[in-house]
């Protein structure tokens, strides 16, 4: 998928009053593909596509590197609860989440990494972080897990309460009772084998298979050349997974990121969407409904991406709503000229933060002008591209039939 021609605009992104540079390696941490992809992973990755379009357009360069779990914990155990091959269900899974991702117009990544093929890398990043002093083994299983104390940042950038950090650490999927280690927040860098569990050579370190952070971690100091300009996911990766990730990186002798961007959370009926308590919308099962993927997009863009907020069934009616009157407006164009203001106006919204809802306002008012027969806005060269380019959003297609 590439973007439409459209000439470069001269504004400059800034994230939280940040500017950002001009060539920026971006790390997105996939799915674990068990059960995808639910709308809290789709308003997540429109954050990045949102980011990617506009470093885009204004003339900056990106190369997107993002991972996909594709053997932990989760998938071994909904593997076995189903009776179906964890490989199998992984590849199912990944299948339809590209599915969901290309009927939402998500910008593919230029690099999308599976954990399997980057067992080698995670075993390097291990053995190197062992011969540092960083990590150590725990001589009953085998188990190598990384020292956090030896990394002097760690506690001072924790980004939660230090009180809080170890049972957060639990309840994401850390270890900190574990006897044995140094600290309760060491987590675990590989994992020896066990029966019955998939397994891999790994050198020095023995079979087994890698834990959760230095997977991202291998992943991104390979693919991109060391820590990632910008580091994104969701709110609940915020600690451990990728604060954990970036001391890896730091005990790989890689500098630091410049900034780690955390879109907010998506609840249904008052709670979090989240596989644990299976209160999930998918977008594949909106979209077999007969849901038009331009509006769910615009439902999902309504929101601020730093907001945490709740999904109600009439967002895909209003959206639709918005998106049928868009499209009125773009087939009553008649473009003109070379010029474009509502590319500068939506460019300027998602420069500012990536404010969305204030980039879809600016559509609504070019429309709203369009169906009043205003001259400038009806010959507008480049308003339909722009939509496209800026917000994913074709208007020149061909709505979706209900079901």
């Known amino acids: 998928m590439t973007l439409p021609p459209l000439p470069v605009l001269d504004v400059v992104p800034r994230i939280g009053g940040l500017t950002l540079p001009r060539e920026v390696a971006l790390y997105t941490c996939g799915i674990t593909p068990y059960d995808a992809t ?3 992973h789709a308003h997540t990755y429109l954050t990045f596509d949102h980011l990617v379009r506009i470093l885009t357009v204004t003339g900056g360069h990106v190369r997107h590197v993002q991972n996909v779990t594709d053997v932990d914990d989760p998938l071994l155990e909904r593997a076995a609860a189903t009776g179906v091959d964890w490989r199998e269900l992984a590849a199912s899974q990944v299948e339809l989440f590209a ?15 599976g954990v399997v093929e980057s067992i080698p890398l995670v075993v390097d990043a291990v053995a190197r972080l062992l011969a540092a002093g960083a990590a150590y083994r725990l001589p009953a299983s085998g188990d190598v897990y990384a020292a956090v104390e030896e990394d002097t940042s760690f506690h001072e950038r924790l980004p939660v309460p230090a009180g809080d950090a170890v049972a957060m650490f639990a ?5 900190p009772e574990r006897p044995g280690k140094r600290s309760p927040l060491d987590p675990l860098l590989w994992r020896a084998e066990r029966p019955g569990e998939p397994a891999w050579e790994g050198g020095p370190l023995g079979r ?15 693919h991109l050349g060391g820590a990632p300009t910008i580091t994104g996911g969701g709110s609940d990766l915020a600690f451990p997974h990728h604060h954990m990730s970036a001391s890896h990186l730091r005990a790989l002798g890689h500098g630091e990121g410049v900034l780690t961007m955390h879109a907010g959370m998506v609840s249904l009926d008052g709670e979090k969407m989240s596989k644990s308590r299976g209160n999930l919308e998918f977008v594949s099962r909106l979209l077999a409904g007969g849901a038009d993927p331009a509006a769910l997009r615009l439902a999902l863009a309504g929101h601020h991406w730093r907001s945490d907020w709740e999904w109600h069934p009439a967002d895909i009616e209003a959206a639709r709503g918005r998106l049928d009157r868009w499209r009125a407006a773009a087939h009553a164009t008649r473009p003109a000229g070379s010029g474009s203001p509502l590319a500068r106006s939506i460019a300027t919204a998602l420069a500012d933060d990536l404010d969305s809802p204030a980039a879809l306002a600016a559509v609504d008012a070019w429309a709203g002008r369009v169906l009043a027969g205003d001259d400038e806005a009806l010959s507008d060269a480049h ?4 939509v496209d380019a800026l917000l994913g959003v074709d208007l020149q297609d061909r709505p979706r039939r209900r079901r």
């Open 38 to 40: 639910h709308l809290g």
């Open 99 to 113: 599915a969901d991702m290309a009927a939402l117009r998500i910008l593919p990544p230029d690099a999308w990494v």
């Open 171 to 175: 309840e994401r999927g850390g270890d």
């Open 208 to 222: 087994g298979r890698p834990g959760w952070h230095i997977e991202c971690a291998a992943i991104a100091a390979h």
């Open 383 to 386: 308003a339909v591209a722009a």
